[in-house]
């Protein structure tokens, strides 16, 4: 499975033993993944099941999960409240002898709250069995929506991942290019420091600011911090072409891009190194920032 984005929206709707049902997912981004679910009454049993599935389908993301149901017109069950009515039929007993009043008709007492409730019609087991089965195959179908819309969304991200992978490999090989950082313009440069020096300050020990120079032309050396730069170029794009969730492992690459580049901006000596290194931050800063949105 290639890489995908954490965002994304399925819709999906159905119909089963006398009901209609909808699914509606939404996913956005998340450190880890996160499933709020919304299940109407009667439909609480289906909980474990939904979050197994999508557990087994996302690897990361905030997603909200809602199902709404509905009757599609089945006959609805009226049912008497048995305690309700017999109160009912006791105060008027009671009230009967202290005030002179009519007997209440039975449409006025089926009418009092409580008395009489509407409700769906109980189902089998086997019918309800059948219901729960094509909802779940609703979600099942929704969750293969969403999946399909990260993916895209995904491959569109990796996209533009993958161009600016390239212009952190372009400026890396622009520095290791740069004829400033080679190891005989830096000896000439620190060698005209060291002469500006001597004849500046009398009694210095030219040997030991020889020695200091040499140290610092070792540190000024970038070859480490190029080839660290290349190595991760060659990690990220394995993931970038990769399978599963990789956002996680390119966010890390992404503070590695940066913690090399700070090393090179803070050892450079030379101002067209500097600003490639700049360059350079500024191309992590938008990369780490769109691996935020993947999987």
Known sequence: MAIQSMTGFARREGEAEGCRFVWELRSVNGKSLDVRLRLPPGFEALEQQV???????????NLQITLSVSATGAAVEAVVNEAALEAVIDLVGRLGDRIDARKPALDGILNIKGVLEFRDPELAESARAARDAAVLSGLMA?????????????????????????QIERLTLAVEADP????EIIRERLASQVAALMDAGAGLDRDRLHMEAALLATKADLREEID?????????????????????????LAQEFNRETNTICSKSNAAPVTAIGLDLKVVIDQFREQVQNLE
């Open 51 to 61: 979050r197994k599935t999508a557990a087994a389908a996302f690897a990361r993301g």
């Open 142 to 166: 929704a969750i293969g929506d969403l999946k399909a819309m990260r993916l895209s969304e995904g491959a569109a991200l990796g996209k533009v991942l993958g161009e600016q992978v390239d």
């Open 180 to 183: 400033s950082r080679s190891p």
């Open 228 to 252: 660290r730069l290349k190595a991760h170029v060659t990690a990220t794009r394995a993931l970038l072409e990769g399978e599963g969730a990789a956002g996680r492992r390119l966010d890390f």
